[in-house]
């Protein structure tokens, strides 16, 4: 009997163990992965942690109060060098930045010859000395006459442009004026202001009413112009409007109406 006619058995080594139908070879189990070194792990939470300060930044940005601007990645020429009204411009040889109207210019619509509507003030020679002097105009120009919708619109236009300073009964205590005057007193490094006028005081009841004009039109101080803002007609109406403001903070009494005068005496 040769090798290949005897029967083997399940335990010769001499042929290959075949497995059972219906039943997969075992497989080894994986090995476990390593631990990771500590510097890798740190500089993984380091890294999440720097990725979230941004996001606490803009959050606190959000709620909390500065009186520097705010960071502007893309200025799109918000913040530059410039002049600001009544400032002080070496380039010119007056050393003023609002500069005036140049001489012998012609208007291409209204020439604006009436001094006293357009300007408030006209400019008297004396030829003793060869100077030129400023005379305030007082009272309306003759084309505006005084109404009671002269006297509406100009208490509109005023409780939109005068009102955040002068307040809206001319004392001086609008919102900004009062701002500034608190962060003035706070110490607020780099702080000028000069507080807003009480415009229903003596001082300014005697101003003419060219010289309030030209304020508004002009500005005085850390007022800035209104020029551009307010249109003549509309300036003229603040004009009449202040007067009129005016003369209720010094009215006499006998000028109140009869059936006013109880509600005065608070009766």
């Not at 380039?91 to 012609?106: C, H, N, Q, S, Y």
């Not at 100077?131 to 309306?140: A, T």
């Not at 309030?212 to 509309?234: C, E, H, K, L, W």
């Amino acid at each position: 009997m040769t090798d290949q006619d005897r029967p083997t058995s399940a335990g010769d080594p001499g042929e290959p163990e075949t497995p059972a139908p219906g039943f997969a070879p075992a497989e080894l189990p994986m090995p476990p992965l390593p631990r990771p070194p500590f510097w890798m792990v740190a500089f993984a939470l380091i890294s999440i942690v720097i990725t979230w300060l941004p996001l606490a930044i803009i959050a606190r940005a959000r709620v909390s109060k500065s009186t520097e601007p705010r960071i502007q990645i893309m200025q799109d020429m918000g913040i530059q060098p410039k002049f600001r009204e009544q400032m002080n411009n070496p380039l010119f040889a007056d050393g003023r930045e609002m500069r005036p109207k140049i001489p012998g210019t012609v208007s291409r619509t209204d020439l604006e010859e009436d001094d006293h509507y357009y300007r408030g003030f006209i400019r008297v020679y004396d030829p003793y000395n060869g100077q030129w002097s400023v005379r305030f105009l007082d009272g309306l120009p003759p084309r505006v006459k005084l109404t009671q919708q002269l006297l509406l619109r100009g208490q509109q236009r005023f409780n939109i442009y005068c009102y955040v300073c002068h307040g809206y009964d001319g004392s001086g205590h609008g919102p900004v004026n009062e701002e500034a005057m608190l962060l003035k007193a706070n110490g607020i490094s780099g702080m000028s202001w000069s507080p807003a006028a009480t415009i229903t005081e003596a001082r300014v009841r005697a101003q003419k009413d060219g010289q309030i004009f030209n304020t508004i039109t002009n500005g005085y101080r850390t007022m800035p112009s209104y020029g551009m803002q307010i249109p003549v007609a509309d300036r003229w109406a603040i004009v009449a409007y202040l007067r009129a403001l005016q003369f209720t903070q010094a009215a006499p009494a006998s000028v109140v109406p009869p059936e006013v005068k109880p509600r005065l005496d608070g009766h």
